[in-house]
């Protein structure tokens, strides 16, 4: 079963307009975290907002908010007046395990393609 | 420190080559990931080093594939007898033990094998 379910392959705004980017997420843990990364065309992964499962409030980074909905299993990514920048893939990621090392992975959505337009 | 950076961008090779790549971590951060990302989809986590310690393998990294941190700061990844099939980006990241701060990832090194 997807541990990160992305729905959206593609998403167009306008700029200056919001866009709510979806992510559904599966796991049985209590203690889990998920994040938001943007991937534009040059490859390398950007953090953009993190929310862990016993934070109260949704998480802010600037024009990014995280729609937190815990009963849900949803954590979508809210980004308020779009910019042209904004144009890229968004991958929603959740930090699962703890193993003996105490390690914890990134397990990722599929992603979203974000185009905005003039 | 600008971040994490990984060498080479672009990679061609020839099916059968053996080809290495280097990721240059954060020099802060003690873990250090790999995660191979093929076209249309999300990273898929390789490999985990604590300093020089490799603690954790995915089933994806096969045989041929080796990966090194010695001394706990950079780190290679090798892939021996390249197939079509390991074609993609690979990604490189490093994390300190604080929480909540995700990873820093690299800019990734692109092989295509023809």
């Known amino acids: 079963a997807q541990k990160i379910t992305q729905t959206q392959p593609g998403m167009f705004v306008q700029e200056k307009e919001a866009v709510t980017l979806d992510c559904t997420y599966d796991?049985?843990?209590?203690?889990?975290?998920l994040f938001w990364y943007k991937q534009p065309s040059s490859g390398e992964m950007i953090f953009l907002i993190y929310?862990?499962?016993?934070?109260?409030q949704n998480a802010t980074e600037g024009r990014y908010s995280l729609n937190f909905q815990k009963a849900r299993k949803s954590a979508n990514l809210v980004i308020s007046a779009s910019q042209l920048g904004d144009s890229a893939m968004y991958f929603c990621?959740?930090?699962?395990?703890?193993?003996?090392?105490?390690?914890?992975?990134?397990?990722f959505g599929t992603g979203t393609r974000l185009l905005v337009s003039p | 420190d600008t971040g994490v950076s990984q060498d080479p961008r672009h990679k061609i090779t020839k099916r059968g080559q053996n080809v290495t790549f280097r990721c240059d971590p954060i020099?802060?951060?003690?873990?250090l990931y790999w995660y191979r990302q093929t076209l249309g989809q999300g990273p898929e986590f390789l490999t985990y080093?604590?300093?020089?310690?490799?603690?954790?393998k995915s089933r994806l990294l096969s045989d041929r594939f080796s990966a090194e941190r010695p001394k706990g700061s950079f780190s290679t990844l090798e892939i021996q007898r390249t197939e079509q099939g390991d074609s993609a980006m690979y990604l490189c990241?490093?994390?300190?033990?604080?929480?909540?701060?995700?990873?820093?990832f690299g800019s990734g090194t692109r092989l295509t094998v023809v």
């Open positions: 990241a490093s994390s300190s033990q604080r929480e909540g701060y995700g990873y820093t």
């Open positions: 796991t049985s843990d209590p203690s889990y975290g």
């Open positions: 929310q862990g499962s016993y934070d109260q």
């Open positions: 990621a959740m930090r699962e395990g703890r193993g003996n090392t105490g390690f914890q992975k990134l397990v």
């Open positions: 020099s802060e951060h003690n873990r």
């Open positions: 080093f604590q300093n020089e310690a490799q603690l954790e």
